[in-house]
């Protein structure tokens, strides 16, 4: 469906963590593919959230453009592996990095299920950088003025930066 560096992650939400798993394990690259350009050096993928623990930078049922492999800096929103349940992938903002791997914390701080629940994670647990958000439109969106304001905010990069969680924890 999205080519061979492609795949879907399913989320599931047990106790608001934000956890999911994925379906089917990412494809390691031929030596052909990784000469191949863009094609070969870039492994982005397509996530679906599920779940509260980012909220407000993520809401259920947006979808995530993600790469494998990007450099992550502190702030970053990332994909990584729940260091408990090695299975289940996780989204969370990579907020400092600590000896021993990266603090990570949900944006919702009422949600839980981050680096003050199960402490450093380590560095080869973090799979990927979130580069940018898809919000779908909603079924009762139908008036013109929800659907122009649903285009002018479907597709929004995520990044440190920009995050309006960032904002409301200054406060």
Same mark, same amino acid.
């Not at 990927?128 to 919000?135: C, E, L, N, S, T």
């Given at each position: @469906? !999205?080519?061979?560096?492609?795949?879907?992650? !399913?989320?599931?939400?047990?106790?608001?963590?934000? &956890? @999911?798993?994925?379906?089917?394990? @990412?494809p390691e690259l031929t030596r052909e593919q990784r000469g191949r350009g863009l094609a070969g050096?870039?492994?982005?993928?397509?996530? &679906?959230?599920?779940?509260?623990? @980012?909220?407000?930078?993520?809401h259920h049922g947006d979808w995530l453009l993600v790469q494998y492999g990007a450099t992550v800096?502190?702030?970053?929103?990332?994909?990584?592996?729940?260091?408990?349940?090695?299975?289940?992938?996780?989204?969370?903002?990579?907020? &400092?990095?600590?000896?021993?791997?990266?603090?990570?914390?949900?944006?919702?701080?009422?949600?839980?299920?981050?680096?003050?629940? !199960?402490?450093?994670?380590? &560095?080869?647990?973090?799979?990927?950088?979130?580069?940018?958000? !898809?919000?779908?439109?909603?079924?009762?969106?139908?008036?013109?003025?929800?659907?122009?304001?649903?285009?002018? *905010?479907?597709?929004?990069?995520? *990044?440190?930066?920009? *995050?309006? *969680?960032?904002?409301?924890?200054?406060?």
């Amino acid at each position: @469906m !999205y080519g061979t560096l492609c795949g879907t992650v !399913y989320w599931t939400d047990r106790g608001g963590a934000g &956890e @999911m798993r994925e379906v089917p394990e @990412m494809p390691e690259l031929t030596r052909e593919q990784r000469g191949r350009g863009l094609a070969g050096r870039v492994p982005f993928r397509v996530v &679906e959230v599920t779940g509260p623990s @980012m909220v407000p930078t993520l809401h259920h049922g947006d979808w995530l453009l993600v790469q494998y492999g990007a450099t992550v800096r502190p702030g970053d929103v990332v994909i990584l592996r729940h260091p408990f349940q090695q299975d289940l992938l996780i989204v969370k903002r990579a907020a &400092e990095r600590r000896r021993g791997g990266w603090w990570v914390l949900a944006d919702n701080t009422f949600a839980g299920g981050d680096s003050t629940d !199960y402490g450093t994670v380590p &560095e080869e647990l973090v799979l990927a950088r979130v580069r940018a958000r !898809y919000r779908p439109l909603k079924k009762d969106q139908r008036s013109v003025w929800g659907v122009v304001a649903w285009a002018l *905010s479907a597709l929004r990069p995520v *990044s440190a930066a920009r *995050s309006v *969680s960032r904002r409301l924890r200054a406060r």
